[in-house]
């Protein structure tokens, strides 16, 4: 395997984030690809954040990755694979302009890409006017494997609505009648928590009051204080990386977690609990992902993400390393051919992948269906309670993929 590392060029105009992709679907264009001698390396382009909020999530999508191409040889469907890195720095208004980069100038032949979501539906858009492949590895935008859904795309992680939305009757069966969410203002932060809302609402309960401040902003007193006020039964949260650990230890340090107690998307403590600390322990989540899940791909994948990394595998890593076991099973039907497109779509969207998650396979808008756990945070790791949905399929609401 070989890298190179590009630098984000400066924005040049600006850019619609979520909406990007929600534009009326287009059909796929149709391109003659000319044959690619099966010694050239495959070059694959790695656009995910590898400074700021969510560095670290980055870099451990791109260490999974890494991994899985290593435990196959250093190939993937029998060709060398040359990576371009591009830190994307979660930043929408240059998105167009690094995913533009690494089709047109570096011509790489598949993009795995991004955490961000708004991030993540300009590279939608890009490969959907190109015709390149796109393997979304953690972004969970729902437009993506939604409205703006096409062949070419696929996601190895989840929708935003997927995550969530089981959460919301796991919590009313607990006997929970009020809660108040709160998220930041951008597209994963609503879609999650109206997914929750959605399930909660149906099951009997009521949202007093939904508080969100912008992306990445990370001063929380006043919405804490305000939650203080409102006395809801229970608190649902979104936030992931940097953001999840400082409010996860602002509400402990407001005395809160006594009285009202803290639930949330998994990402407030995937990857976040070492720095989190104290004020992580007993917190509940719901995720596609336990750290303790007791099966032999689980088992197998942390203990050689522990070696080669010296670090705890966590969703992230895992979903790294699924969207190299999805390309090999893609490439491995053509014989390492990424130009034979249609074989190589249909083999992917065929998968059955035995994942350190669970089953795992594609719906017809090429969404993960998964196993959503219910965790709690026990002796530093998030361990699972139980299944609180089994095969989660998305609705995949607008996409009218065939």
Known sequence: MS???ILPPLSRRALLTGAAGAATLATLPRFATPAIAQAAPLRVGLMLPYTGTYAKLGQFIDDGFRL?????????????????????ESKP?????????LVGRDKVDVVIGTVHSGVAMAMVKVARDSGTMLIIPNAGANDATGPACAPN?????????QTTFPMGKVMADAGIKNVATITWKYTAGAEMIGAFSENFTKNGGKIVEDLTLPFPQVEFQALITRIAQLKPDAVFSFFAGGGAVKFVKDYAAAGLGKSIPLYGAGFLTDGTIEAQGEAANGLKTTLHYAD????PANVAFLKAFKAKTQKDGDIYAVQ???AASLLEIGLGAVKGDAGA????????AAAKIDSPRGPLSFNKAHNPIQNIYLREVR????????IAQSAVDDPARGCRMT
């Open 3 to 5: 890298d190179s590392r």
């Open 68 to 88: 899985r191409v290593e435990q196959l040889g250093g190939k993937l469907g029998g060709r060398d694979v040359t990576f371009v890195q591009v830190d994307d």
């Open 93 to 101: 208004e240059t998105a167009t302009d690094n995913m533009n980069r």
């Open 153 to 161: 795309i696929f996601r190895t992680s989840f929708s935003n609505w």
């Open 292 to 295: 303790n899940l007791d099966n």
């Open 320 to 322: 790294g390393f699924d």
């Open 341 to 348: 497109r249609d074989a190589m779509i249909k083999a992917m």
């Open 379 to 386: 002796n530093g790791r998030n361990e699972l309670v139980s």
